[in-house]
């Protein structure tokens, strides 16, 4: 059996790597996968201190998690669209008219 | 406190969220039903119901203290005074968006203000941290939506992805958080949680990781220093009730969070209590330095609700019941105030004159009784006496002081001298400065000057008779510690 603590390894570099993507990429599109990289390495945690303990309430968090994560992808894509159809372009940088 | 078994009246507990969803379904049945012109009245029923539910919880659901439903939910006086406090702020939402271009007529849009409503209550009443998560994201949803509602408008589409990316981003961080908080106590319960954190098995190190962690999440919610960026560009953007609605409901569902993860669960203190009390002095002077050179008044409002959320975390930081107690009232006066200040910034903004403070030049030779409430909730804000908002000032730094943190309350004071300076320089544009050229009346529909004249009365009445109202947040502050 796996240990544990490789799951947590490999969580930490999941969640990592998503936190560099958020703030290095400037695509909204790479951001929001980004996003999802980091709910996925909290799910894997969650998934495998469930197992390690024996509980069920780490896997029914996942199921959550998947749900919550699927409803934003559904509001984030329409706020990206309506952002792309007044400015033909995604890039984070470009979304500027609010400053101050 | 015990984990009770089912029983009835744990649905009368949550009869006011119930009662929320069926409420939303009402409108949205509506919408489908009614003449385009008279889809004034959706706005209106969400706004008499949001009212005729807070009666309802008033009578019917009473809290007992208990975690019910699993321990799922602590059904305690804290939680109660925050749900009233939210579904208030719903319905003003709703009465203040009645006339206002792009959302008015819109049933959905009522309907997402009551589903953030549900979404902040079930926040306040989390007791397992599978439920805050959930309450969390469906306030963070409501809210992504309703920010970026007017989606034809490329400012409030771009204040929507802003608002969604960086609530997404903070809100996976805080999850990763509570992973860390399930996987070294075992326990989803905060009250275990807290248990398992007192019989110190846990690490230090990953006590504050994940306390920083969580609080990345919060912080967010409530629109700290540093997590503060969103907040101007978010608010200025939105569609201005919404702006009322985030700036309030939303950062006190926020404290609501604080209180439960922070009291409740994380009570190793010792770790994080240092974290909170530099960023609440951070948050106080940065939000009130940046709100000095502002000329959008939407934009002035965001900084200065930025260092109200300073002021709100100085009292919380005393971790004393008087603290606690201080934060919840300070909160309630806060709603009221900052609603009553957007309530007029819908007006005028209504009228064509915009949204730059110079647009507000001689309102009060043309809408004294605007121009009157306008007064009335900047000078709360600023926290002049009598008005409500120097008795939250006045018990926040009390608690301060009591609690030892006497330089954080003189920077809380001085602070409040800042505060006063750009809050005065408005009023000033608004009662000294000359009207423009041809400037008309500034056209108040009925139900705006309903709504105004309940705020208006609610500062007056939190200020002259603050006593009972803060007896009240003081036995809600018994109960959870």
Known sequence: MIPTTYYLALSAILFSIGVIGVLVRRNAIVIFMSIELMLNSANLAFVAFAREFGTLDGQLMVFFVMTVAAAEVAVGLALIVAIFRSKASIDVDAVNLLKG | ?????????????????????????????????????????????????????????????????????????????????????FIFAGGITALLSVDVKGVAHKGDYYAIILGAVVGMCFMALAADIIMLYLAVETTGIAGYVLAGYVHRSSRSAEAGLKYFLFGAATSAVMLYGLSL??????????????????SGKVGISVILAS?????????????????HFWAPDVYEGAPTPVTGFISTAAKTAGFAVLIRVFITGLTASEYWLP??????????????????????????????????AGYALVAFVALSELGVAATVFYLMVYVITNLAAFGVVILVSRSGAGEEIAGYAGMSRRSPYLALAMLVAFLSLAGMPPLAGFFGKFYVFAAAMKAGLVWLALVGVLNAIIGLYYYLVVLKVVYVSPPQEGALAIEVPRAYSFALVILSVGIVLLGTAASPWFEWALSAAQGIF
Do not use: C
Not at chain 2, 181 to 198: D, H, K, M, Q
């Open chain 2, 211 to 227: 306390a920083i962690l969580i609080l990345v999440g919060v912080g967010f919610k409530i629109a700290i220093v540093p997590f």
């Open chain 2, 181 to 198: 908080v399930y996987g070294f106590t075992g326990e989803t319960n905060l009250t275990a949680i807290a248990s398992v954190l007192a």
């Open chain 2, 275 to 308: 974290i909170l009390v530099a960023l609440a002095a951070l948050t106080m002077t940065i939000g009130n330095l940046l709100a000095l050179a502002q000329k959008n008044i939407k934009r002035l409002l965001a900084y200065s609700s930025i260092a109200h």
């Open chain 2, 1 to 85: 406190m015990s984990i009770a078994n089912f029983h009835p009246n744990d649905l009368l507990a949550i009869l006011p969220e119930l009662a929320l969803v069926v409420l939303a379904g009402v409108i949205m049945t509506m919408d489908i039903v009614l003449a385009e012109n008279r889809k004034r009245l959706l706005g209106l029923t969400t706004a008499v119901g949001s009212f005729v539910i807070i009666a309802a919880a008033v009578i019917f659901s009473q809290p007992n203290g208990e975690l019910i439903w699993g321990g799922m939910i602590s059904n305690d006086m804290v939680a109660f005074i925050f749900r009233l406090v």
